[in-house]
Every structure is written in structure tokens, then in C-alpha cells.
């Protein structure tokens, strides 16, 4: 099953040469993302009071960093990689704002480092460790995933991370523990989001511990070779390349070990429509639209969805016996 997916070290993914060949490009208004995005997906909840976004047509996002590189231009299916462009232009980040086009401009100060993680819960060996910690303790390997969000869209992306099983193999479950709940960042001086109350902040989500534990599930630190940006949840997320993309929950703080199944700041929101599994399924829609089919950013027209997002082979055994229609 790995070895579908290219584990690369982050120093070998991006050779030293690379990072400093810097340059600067600007992204932001009158991009192609830009102009899809309008396009794009409906608003995620009945009466979208999300908070007030700027229109996304102001000052562009000035990117210094390295140039992105990535250890393959296809996933495993064979469909191209989204453009680093893409992939930090075009984001779901309420807590700045629900304006896809105006997080990466938003999100630019907010403090990533230092970063501390507290792991805690129903474990034998809790821990509080900063993303410097966790990069030397596991590889930091690439995995090119699918990102399939609820609203419909989707990107292929090379992210760069370690699997959770890692941690949680750490910290030591005790036999007590059935689900992993995740906390993001708080931080209302930097997140205008944060005023809206139509959310329970802070953001919040959970897995169960045997989605935790498959190889697919990874803490990712970086994309494209670099180090995450705020826009895309620096300075550590969850991609669960199986479930629709809010599962994949951005700067992360806290997570713990717990007994009962977590409510998700979605199930909280409204729980008809975004329940706890999130697995991607073309056959249960969204009570709005139709989840058989989906725009790939980059590309015109749609692509049809596939089961749990193309990963039925390594995940469906953890849903033997469930009905997917009633455990949406
Ligand atoms: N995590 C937090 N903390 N806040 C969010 O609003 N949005 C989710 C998920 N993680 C979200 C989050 C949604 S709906 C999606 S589709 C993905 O992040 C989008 O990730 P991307 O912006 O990196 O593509």
C-alpha cells in the first residue's frame, strides 16, 4: 500500500541548491484560480453568515520562499499535481474568513513559531512538543493525496509530513482511549473569523482511532518541498485524504485521546449536513447538491468522484458492516 506513495525526506525532496535559488512571485487577483473560484462551491452553510471577508481583490501575497518542488509531477492515478499557486491561493480557513481568494492575504501574521502541541487524554505518555521536535523524531516523508472538499472541488497535493500512527504509537493509547479529537489554534487578535458566532470555536475534529491509526493519515508539516503557510495551516494540520477536507483540520494544537466520539465544530454547525465519518462517497449527496461528481481546480468541466476519494483499496475495511448513508 506504501509503496504507492514516495517517501521522500524533506532535505532530499528539496535539494539545497533549490532553496536558495529564491525568487518572488506575485499571486492573487486576476489569477486563473481566482477567476474559478468564483465559480466555485456553494456557500457551506443555509444562511452563510460567515464573517464579513474582504472581496479578495486587494493587495497580492508577496512569496519569498523557496522554490516549490515536488518528487513527482502525477499521483498515483496519474492526474498532475496542482500548482503551488494553486494549492496556497484558493483555501477553506474561517477563522480569517470564508473568502477562499482572501485567506492567504489574511492569514500572513499569524505567529507559527514558536508552536507548541499538547498530546494528551487517555495516554500513557502525554507530551507537549514543538513541529522542531516532531521533525526530528519522525521521517518527514511526501505524499501526493487527493484533497476532495465537501463544497466539491478538489487539488492534488505534495504534501510533506509524518503519519499519525507515529505519534499516537508515542503517546501510548490507553486501552480506554476509541477517538482522537483535534483542536486548532485560538488566536482571536489574528483571525478576524473568530467574530463570527455562527461557529463553536475553536475549530475542532476527530477521527476514530483506527482511521487515526492507517498508514494514510498524516501530520503534515509542508508542501511542495517548503514549510506550510499560514494560508494552509502552518505550522501542522491533518490531511485524511479519505474524508472530505474539513476533516483535515489546520494548526493544530492540542491533541487528545478520548472516549467518546468528538463533536466537530461542522456537526456543531449542522449536523444534518456535515456528519462525523466525512468519508468521500459519490452515492451519499450533500442534502444540497450532488457529491457524484467534482471541479478539479486547474481544469474545465467535471471529473466524477471516486469512492473514499480513489483510497477505497487501503480504507474501506475500517467501515466493513456500516451503513455509509446513515454514517455520513
Ligand atoms: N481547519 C481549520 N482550522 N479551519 C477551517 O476553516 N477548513 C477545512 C479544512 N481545515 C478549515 C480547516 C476545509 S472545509 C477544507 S476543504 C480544508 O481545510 C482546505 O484545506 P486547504 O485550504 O489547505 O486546501
Not at 498532475?80 to 494549492?87: D, G, R, V, W
Not at 477553506?92 to 489574511?106: G, M, S
Not at 494540520?237 to 477536507?245: E, N, S, T
Not at 454547525?269 to 486547474?298: C, L, T
Request: contains cysteine; charged residues 20%.
Amino acid at each position: 500500500m506504501s509503496s504507492n506513495y514516495p517517501k521522500i525526506p524533506a532535505n532530499e525532496v528539496t535539494p539545497e541548491h533549490i532553496f536558495l535559488n529564491r525568487r518572488k512571485f506575485m499571486v492573487g487577483a486576476g489569477s486563473a484560480v481566482g477567476a474559478l473560484a468564483l465559480a466555485a462551491c456553494a456557500p457551506s452553510l443555509t444562511s452563510p453568515a460567515g464573517p464579513a471577508g474582504p472581496s479578495g481583490d486587494s493587495a497580492a501575497v508577496v512569496d519569498t520562499g523557496p522554490e516549490p518542488v515536488a518528487g513527482a509531477a502525477t499521483d498515483e492515478l496519474g492526474d498532475p499535481l496542482n500548482t503551488f499557486q494553486e494549492i496556497t491561493n484558493y483555501n477553506n480557513f474561517y477563522e480569517f474568513t470564508v473568502d477562499k481568494q482572501a485567506v492567504a492575504r489574511l492569514s500572513q501574521d499569524m505567529p507559527t513559531s514558536p508552536w507548541s502541541v499538547a498530546v494528551g487524554g487517555l495516554v500513557n505518555n502525554p507530551g507537549t512538543y514543538s513541529v522542531e521536535d516532531f521533525k526530528s523524531m519522525y521521517d518527514i516523508e511526501e505524499r501526493i493525496y487527493r484533497l476532495r472538499c465537501v463544497e466539491a472541488w478538489s487539488m492534488v497535493i505534495p504534501w510533506l509530513g509524518f503519519p499519525l500512527r507515529q505519534l499516537l504509537e508515542t503517546v501510548e493509547p490507553t486501552a480506554e482511549a476509541k477517538y482522537v479529537r483535534f483542536e486548532t489554534a485560538y488566536m482571536p487578535e489574528h483571525m478576524p473569523g473568530l467574530k463570527s458566532d455562527w461557529y463553536e470555536w475553536p475549530y475542532v475534529e476527530g477521527l476514530r482511532l483506527d482511521e487515526a491509526m492507517n498508514d494514510l493519515t498524516l501530520i503534515s508539516t509542508g508542501l511542495y518541498g517548503r514549510d506550510l503557510l499560514p494560508q494552509s495551516g502552518a505550522p501542522i494540520r491533518l490531511v485524511v485524504p479519505w474524508k472530505y477536507g474539513f476533516k483535515s483540520i489546520k494548526s493544530i494544537v492540542k491533541i487528545d485521546l478520548v472516549a467518546e466520539q468528538p463533536t466537530s465544530l461542522w456537526m456543531a454547525a449542522a449536523g444534518n449536513e456535515y456528519g462525523f465519518y466525512a468519508n468521500v462517497n459519490p452515492e451519499v449527496d450533500h442534502p444540497r447538491w450532488s457529491q457524484g461528481s467534482e471541479r478539479r481546480i486547474g481544469e474545465t468541466g467535471r471529473r466524477p468522484t471516486l469512492m473514499f476519494n480513489g483510497y477505497e483499496e487501503q480504507v474501506a475495511y475500517l467501515y466493513e458492516g456500516m451503513d455509509l448513508t446513515a454514517n455520513y
